[in-house]
């Protein structure tokens, strides 16, 4: 019998007495079977069907083998599955599970028009980048840039797929905003400082996303944000008007405009307010007396206090303004709020101590899906790379609210689930009736991986 020659063998330490060698030989084998949950989670709501129409597809769609939304798909479940760059694509088109979750009809790829395309199911990263860089409109020097995107169908999109996770209007909602930096690559439009940083504006929901808007950092950390309140607060009333609203951020949103705008339109607010001498003056008592305990106990020591306060010049009028007035061992350390909540609604310290963890779900963006990734040349290009990032955690969160809800992983991060849940190593194998999915049977998840695909596939399951 002829020895099997297997080229580019690589050698590690031995096992006993045998040798152990490992090669890249064996066949079209995943590491992300998992991401068919995320198929699961993306066909209980039309995912990528809704996703699609907010693109214009003006390819010849004779010549076409992969449809806008599978291309979205692919994009989007690529960086669930932590792939940030387009460039990982010029092999995850040879992935099966990939293009069974994208909705390929034949994973295996074995229906494609040229020979050399078979065997790969998904497209490569040319296909791929002509999304992102396609303009505002068709350009007769860009024939290959057909897929254009319409801006405000994605932003009220995003807004649409949270409003429909509900089955029935909820009491009340609370809206986080936040900025966070997102550095640039060189000279990119929008930038005036190589080296620095855009801008991002996100709101969200306790965890559900409504917003990710790439700004310049050329603006008042607030700036813009008055446009998208008004525009979500508007579409969520215009599904539930009796709904009652709340703004939460910091004190970098804490401008006259965007409180007036609320005290106007019946939405309340809780915002930081940044320290100053004023505002130290009208605690001091209290912080003395703070400060004494601390260095007779070498224990924090804290205390509340209301306050009617208004600036010198920016405010338009006085507002309540709650004072937690601590002490830490070698320091004072008081901090503020403003808000439109009456004293007998809400009393000091809950109503200091009411804060949303929005910071984890920006990290969850930036670090796990990769919301920072914008490198392209345009500001049009990189706001399109930011919603790939945003429609890929909504799925993620969908998976976490609907089919995690009740296991060990329902509160865990977006880069936990995807170790432990879509890493998964298998086999695919095709025949003319079935695609079998072959899993380890070492994997630890298996109960957790059943049960969640079980909820997933329950119609009756919203995601609240």
Not at 19 to 35: K, N, P
Request: charged share 30%; glycine share 6%; net charge neutral.
């Amino acid at each position: 019998m002829p020895t099997l020659c297997i080229p580019n063998v690589l050698t590690l330490a031995p096992c006993g007495r045998r040798r152990v060698e490992a090669a890249f030989h064996g066949g079209l084998i995943t590491s992300d079977a998992g991401v068919v949950l995320l198929r699961e989670a993306a066909r209980r709501r039309s995912f990528f069907a809704r996703v699609a129409t907010c693109f214009s597809d003006f390819r010849s769609q004779a010549h076409v083998e992969h449809t806008l939304e599978e291309l979205l798909a692919q994009r989007s479940l690529g960086i669930a599955c932590g792939y940030e760059d387009l460039n990982d694509h010029t092999t995850l088109r040879y992935d099966p599970a990939l293009a069974l979750a994208t909705g390929k009809a034949e994973p295996m790829g074995t229906n494609r028009r040229q020979e050399r395309n078979r065997g790969r199911a998904l497209a490569g990263s040319a296909t791929l980048n002509r999304i992102e860089l396609a303009p505002e409109a068709l350009d007769p020097k860009r024939r290959d840039l057909k897929t254009l995107h319409d801006p405000s169908a994605i932003e009220d999109l995003l807004v649409e797929l949270f409003l429909d996770a509900y089955d029935e209007a909820p009491a009340e909602l609370v809206l986080d905003l936040d900025a966070t930096d997102d550095l640039i690559h060189g000279h990119q439009e929008g930038s005036y400082c190589p080296g620095y940083c855009d801008l991002p504006l996100d709101i969200f929901c306790g965890e559900p996303l409504l917003v990710a808007k790439l700004r310049t950092a050329v603006q008042d950390g607030a700036g813009g944000s008055l446009e998208e309140v008004e525009r979500v607060v508007g579409r969520i009333r215009e599904r539930w008007p009796d709904v009652k609203g709340t703004l939460r951020a910091d004190s970098g949103f804490c401008r006259d405009w965007l409180m007036s705008w609320c005290e106007g339109n019946a939405v309340d607010y809780i915002f930081g307010l940044a320290r100053n001498s004023r505002l130290a003056g009208m605690i001091a008592s209290e912080m003395a007396e703070r400060v004494s305990l601390v260095e007779e106990t070498e224990e924090e020591a804290r205390t509340f206090k209301e306050l009617r306060y208004r600036t010198l010049n920016s405010w338009s009028k006085a507002r309540r303004v709650v004072a937690k007035v601590a002490a830490i061992p070698g320091k004072p350390n008081p901090r503020f709020v403003v808000t439109t909540f009456d004293q007998e609604a809400w009393v000091a310290k809950p109503l200091y101590c009411a804060r949303g963890d929005r910071e984890n779900r920006i990290k969850e963006q930036q670090l796990d899906l990769f919301a920072d990734r914008t490198s392209s040349r345009t500001m049009r290009s990189n706001q399109l790379r930011v919603w790939f990032s945003a429609l890929a955690y909504i799925l993620m969160n969908d998976l976490r609210r609907v089919g995690l809800a009740g296991t060990d992983l329902a509160r865990d991060q977006v880069s936990t689930i995807r170790n432990r849940l879509l890493k998964i190593g298998a086999r695919l194998t095709q025949s003319v009736r079935r695609v079998r999915i072959s899993m380890s049977e070492a994997f630890p998840l298996q109960q957790v991986f059943t049960e969640v695909l079980t909820k997933l596939q329950t119609p009756a399951s919203r995601v609240f």
